[in-house]
């Protein structure tokens, strides 16, 4: 039932919980990333009355967005307790289990925004 009703918004790339403050970003692949403040929000030339409003049920029934990268980069991040933490190596990523097709680019405002935190190797 919560896949039908994900697919009531195929344009929506904004999305927020009814009564909460936080927006969260629907990537390419269906995975949600919140955007952590005002100026990671507007860094995307995002407009406030583009975030569509859902339930938190409905919300809830996209998994997070862990795995970033800098638009044309290569440094794969995993978002974790609000920290990037840097996946040095291809080993790491796979010993991880982490999906390759779930790897969203971001670009350096956001990339910047999060506090680095302990590397993966």
Do not use: M
Request: charged share 25%.
């Amino acid at each position: 039932a919560a896949d039908a009703e994900v697919n009531n918004y195929p344009q929506a790339k904004l999305l927020r919980a009814a009564g909460d403050s936080k927006v969260y970003y629907l990537t390419e692949s269906g995975l949600r990333r919140h955007l952590i403040s005002p100026d990671v929000f507007t860094s995307y030339n995002n407009q406030w009355d583009d975030i569509v409003e859902v339930s938190a049920l409905e919300l809830g029934a996209y998994p997070d967005n862990i795995l970033i990268r800098l638009e044309d980069g290569s440094q794969v991040y995993k978002l974790e307790n609000g920290q990037k933490r840097w996946i040095k190596t291809v080993q790491a990523f796979n010993r991880l289990g982490l999906d390759w097709t779930k790897i969203a680019p971001v670009n350096a405002t956001e990339l910047n925004a999060y506090p680095a935190g302990a590397e993966i190797d």
